[in-house]
């Protein structure tokens, strides 16, 4: 059994900061590569960032670089999203999200990944 529990949402003004964590309970979860999404209403899931296994190697996109950083704790099984500097077109559902198999390469499309959290709410007022 896979599972993914996502966390940390919340209702916070522009400039605020949060921290989502995520809890898997993936066997070997050290040696999978995670991601985090977002979903607006009336919009496209889209890719956020993501972190290989070492934790050494990640990739965010554009709109959120300098102010998201993803990390992971493998001794909990855990991977993070620190946001700062929030702003209203932050404003989601956050889901974190594993590939089916520990072998799949880092990837910002939604498709390639196959477990997902089921989601915490993001809104940043301004």
């Known amino acids: 059994q896979v599972q993914l529990v996502d966390s940390g949402g919340g209702l916070v003004q522009a400039g605020a900061s949060l921290r989502l964590s995520c809890v898997a309970s993936?066997?070997?979860?050290?040696?999978?590569?995670m991601g985090w999404f977002r979903q607006a209403p009336g919009k496209e899931r889209e890719f956020v960032a993501a972190?290989?296994?070492?934790?050494?190697?990640?990739y965010y996109q554009d709109s959120v670089k300098g102010r998201f950083t993803i990390s992971r704790d493998n001794a909990k099984n855990t991977v993070y999203l620190q946001m700062n500097s929030l702003k209203p077109e932050d404003t989601a559902v956050y889901y974190c999200?594993?590939?089916?198999?520990?072998?799949?390469?880092?990837?910002?499309?939604?498709?390639?990944?196959?477990?997902w959290g089921q989601g915490t709410q993001v809104t940043v007022s301004s």
């Open positions: 993936i066997r070997t979860f050290s040696s999978y590569r």
């Open positions: 999200a594993a590939p089916r198999f520990s072998t799949a390469s880092l990837s910002t499309h939604p498709n390639d990944y196959y477990y």
């Open positions: 972190i290989n296994w070492s934790g050494g190697n990640t």
